[in-house]
């Protein structure tokens, strides 16, 4: 069975500074996707960046990156320049082709920006 | 604009009341999903319907019900509300296609609370 596993309950950031959020997935499938959503307080999931495994490319979204390693199955969010508007719950999520589009999630990661 | 809805915010059901959760997406999406947040545990799938009148059980569908009679509409059946049914509830929906995973779009959720 696949799963997530997100091992930081909890982070915090300065202002302006960088953090990365750790993110494993296991599976016995080739191809799949990962995702990063984000849940502001009292405010809807949004996604905040996708990444197909086929492509070796790592994504990239503005202030928001990943760091794909496919053999080590880690799925990692670097969030650069942090903004208090990054606080949030970060949720590491995976599907594979043909799951209808179904998502396993991970636990979630709390992050906090100081300002 | 993408948009789904939840019927309420807020809920304070008793145990043993039937208890329905509405959502609405009008984006014609097909697949519609319900999950089930609690801290410590991430999002959890309880249904999802990949069609008008189809449904497949997600992880944790024991004491839950699903209907989906218009393609834009999802409700989630609570048959008699248990106080371990107090959680977030997110509903969810993306569209489908051969060889892809399309993003899901979240509404706000609704925190049922059950006494």
């Known amino acids: 069975a696949q799963t997530v596993t997100q091992s930081q309950p909890e982070m915090s950031v300065q202002e302006a500074e960088t953090v990365t959020l750790s993110c494993t997935y296991d599976t016995s499938e080739s191809d799949y996707y990962l995702f990063w959503y984000k849940q502001p307080p009292s405010r809807q999931m949004i996604l905040v960046i996708r990444q197909e495994a086929y492509k070796q490319q790592n994504a990239t979204e503005n202030r928001f990156s990943v760091n794909f390693q496919k053999a080590a199955k880690s799925f990692s969010l670097k969030i650069s320049d942090s903004q208090l508007g990054d606080a949030a719950m970060y949720f590491c999520?995976?599907?594979?082709?043909?799951?209808?589009?179904?998502?396993?999630f991970g636990t979630g990661t709390l992050l906090a920006v100081q300002p | 604009d993408v948009k789904v809805t939840q019927s309420s915010r807020y809920l304070v059901k008793r145990t043993g009341e039937k208890v329905f959760l509405e959502c609405v997406q009008d984006m014609d999406h097909e697949n519609m999903f319900w999950y089930r947040q609690d801290p410590g545990l991430g999002l959890r799938l309880i249904y999802f319907?990949?069609?008008?009148?189809?449904?497949e059980k997600g992880d944790i569908p024991e004491g839950y019900s699903v209907s989906r009679e218009k393609k834009e509409r999802f409700s989630l059946i609570l048959e008699s509300a248990s106080t371990n049914q107090t959680s977030m509830y997110l509903c969810a929906s993306s569209l489908t296609g051969s060889g892809s995973s399309y993003e899901q779009y979240f509404g706000p959720g609704t925190r049922l609370t059950v006494t």
């Open positions: 319907s990949y069609d008008v009148k189809m449904k």
């Open positions: 999520a995976y599907s594979f082709r043909g799951a209808t589009n179904k998502l396993i």
